[in-house]
């Protein structure tokens, strides 16, 4: 049969996106981490992610991630995704993206979907699976959040989804609002003993689980109090750790030569002390039993963010809209040969 361009392209929703992973984070989490698995074993392709910046504007920037994800995935594409954060004082969000899927014998782009619900899912469920293999159950006494924007808030609707048993949340925002917004969602989850702290330390002295999701652009907490008492701390926003804290946790990442850019504190750990030695491992490694943690000392887990999760998410949410058939096709989006 001789090859032909794709008979239409197939455009996915934000609310369809949405729809589909509500309620099936589970799956979700078990796309996540297939897409791990894979990636560890070269069964993907992965170029470092391309970051366009603007004059003058050093917050404001759009991210390529192109990939190609096997294991059973087999699909290549790019997500492409803005992070303007003056957006949120405008009432618009601060990151916009789309994700492209490519089919893998003609390179044709078959889907575009709304890549926002996406990009923040595949973060939440990256940092979920993280949580639970290194703490090992889906439990933490007390659970911390810095910075409780859109990020953090697909992470609680993850741990809730996943039935976590929590036993209390502390809260920390510079924008106080914000975590007056968070914590009433998370009493509406019925969670308990949910308090709004003023002093960002307060966010880690009362947990043992706790989650960096801010917007931060250089590293803003440098107490080596903050880790004394071993807490697991998720890295989401990668850019909130003094390099010496990074040096006194075990650290792990999902891919160190990616995550050793754009000014991560790993990053600027590496160029502080001229090695790579304080990353003890990836979360592959802890998944298949090769990361053993040290009790007296905090374990951060820094992700970079890879690309081959946004097609892993991406598939299977089109895979799942297509099957019933959502999405809106657009004939004729290609030229004849």
């Known amino acids: ?22 309620g099936n984070r589970e799956a979700c989490l078990a796309a996540v981490r297939a897409a791990y698995l894979a990636h560890a074993r070269g069964d993907s392709a992965l170029p470092h992610s391309s970051f366009l910046r603007f004059p003058g504007r050093e917050r404001d920037r759009i991210i390529a991630l192109p990939a190609y994800l096997g294991g059973g995935f087999d699909v290549a594409g790019v997500k492409w995704i803005a992070s303007f954060p003056e957006n949120v004082r405008h009432g618009l ?5 789309v994700l ?10 078959y889907a575009c979907l709304e890549s926002s619900v996406i990009s923040a899912s595949r973060t939440a469920a ?12 889906r439990r933490a006494e007390r659970v911390g959040f810095v910075g409780t924007g859109l990020i953090a808030d697909h992470i609680r609707r993850f741990l809730m989804e996943l039935g976590w048993g929590i036993g209390g949340f502390r809260l920390f925002d ?5 975590a007056e917004r968070f914590s009433r969602a998370l009493r509406e989850d019925d969670m308990p003993d949910v308090k709004v702290v003023d002093d960002v330390r307060e966010a880690f002295s009362a947990c043992d689980l706790v ?12 107490d080596p109090a903050v880790l004394r008492h071993a807490p697991t701390v998720l890295h989401v926003s990668l850019r909130d750790l003094d390099p010496s804290l990074i040096a006194a946790a075990q650290n792990v990442t999902d891919d160190v030569d990616h995550v050793m850019r754009e000014g991560t504190s790993l990053h600027l750990a590496e160029e502080r002390f001229g090695h790579r030695d304080f990353v003890d491992g990836t979360l592959v490694d802890v998944l298949e039993g090769r990361f053993t943690r040290d009790p007296g000392r905090a374990v951060v887990f820094s992700p970079f963010g890879l690309g081959v999760l946004d097609l892993a998410v991406g598939k299977w949410v089109h895979d799942s809209v297509a099957e019933r058939g959502g999405g809106s096709p657009v004939p ?3 030229p004849a040969s």
């Not at 990256?126 to 159950?137: N, P, R, V």
């Not at 989650?211 to 440098?222: E, K, S």
């Open 1 to 22: 049969m001789p090859y032909a361009p794709p008979e239409s392209l197939l455009v996915v929703r934000g609310a369809e996106v949405t729809e589909q992973i509500d």
């Open 93 to 97: 969000q601060r990151a916009s993206a």
């Open 100 to 109: 492209v899927l490519n089919d893998v014998e003609t390179g044709f782009p």
């Open 126 to 137: 990256s940092a979920a699976l993280a949580a639970q293999e290194l703490i090992g159950a």
């Open 174 to 178: 510079l924008d106080h609002a914000a």
């Open 211 to 222: 989650i960096l999701a801010t917007v931060a652009g250089t590293p803003h907490i440098d």
């Open 332 to 334: 004729g989006f290609f």
